[in-house]
């Protein structure tokens, strides 16, 4: 395992660029599981999961609440959890620590701004289904999203018996419709402006890279999670000086055949190989 981890390392030092393509398993290891109905969940949404029956994070953000007191109530709850008054944790820091003198670009489903929380760089960022951070119209009638911290941070202060007050509601400054986080979790996600100059960003740094040594490193994406590993796959395939390296564990780690002979796979928890990582590299 040890020449595996030096070979990783070593990759990283003589790469012109690295991708890097990260989903809920990168969370999971942090301690945030939007799919469990673990200690965590119960000790922050308890009476969300008492009122409503849902039994995780996922189904919170996806569930149909009778009113716009109570869906506030939730999303800004969610807000608080991921990001509000929170340092970055250890996993993200020693990810970011990993990759920062390189030329590195994120790709990631991942909502909880977690990324920019480590001090990666907003424009070497796309966050493919938004950012529990902002705002946007639910009409989808302005090309924009708007900063929420401010609002999301008092919602959940003054929330009370599972609803926000009201007055606090946010409404589109443009048209007066209900505004809503910008998380993709209906068909009303706006790939705006910002989302737009994002997914460029992503592909400039895709054909900046052509022909040069990338490695790509993939964090906790599932092997039926095809939004972010099947692109990055394909690059691999097509891209002759470029390497795969997977971290996540045991049945969800897959590689094809295809790029079998330029992969990495690392089995086991995604923050302790961070960390070994970084032990190693500062050796």
């Not at 070497?124 to 950012?131: P, W």
């Not at 990338?214 to 994406?221: R, S």
């Amino acid at each position: 395992m040890e020449e595996k981890y030096q070979e990783i390392l070593e990759k990283i030092k003589k790469a012109d660029s690295i991708l890097i393509g990260a989903s809920n398993g990168l969370a999971i290891s942090e301690g945030y599981n939007i799919f469990a109905d673990d200690s965590s969940f119960q000790e922050h949404f308890g009476e969300f999961r008492q009122k409503y029956g849902f039994r995780n994070i996922l189904q919170g953000a996806f569930y149909s609440y009778p009113s716009e007191e109570e869906r506030w109530a939730f999303f800004s709850r969610m807000y608080a959890y991921f990001v509000n008054n929170k340092e970055a944790s250890p996993v993200m820091k020693n990810l970011y620590e990993l990759v920062k003198d390189k030329n590195y670009f994120v790709v990631t489903s991942n909502t909880d701004s977690h990324f920019a929380l480590a001090g990666f760089q907003k424009e070497r960022l796309f966050e493919i289904e938004g950012n529990i951070r902002y705002l946007q119209c639910s009409d989808g009638c302005l090309n924009r999203i708007y900063k929420g911290n401010e609002i999301l941070s008092k919602m959940e202060q003054e929330q009370e018996n599972g609803k926000v007050p009201s007055n606090l509601i946010p409404k589109c400054p443009e048209c007066g419709c209900p505004m809503q986080v910008h998380v993709e979790v209906d068909r009303s996600f706006l790939r705006g402006e910002v989302w737009q100059a994002s997914f460029q960003a992503y592909k400039d740094f895709i054909e900046k890279a052509h022909g040069k040594r990338l490695v790509v490193l993939e964090f906790g994406i599932g092997a039926r999670n095809q939004l972010i590993k099947a692109p990055l796959m394909k690059l691999t395939s097509v891209e002759e000086n470029a390497s795969y390296i997977t971290f996540n564990r045991g049945s969800e780690l897959y590689i094809p055949d295809a790029i079998a002979s330029k992969s990495i796979a690392v089995d086991g928890d995604i923050a302790e190989v961070i960390e070994h990582l970084m032990q190693l590299k500062q050796a």
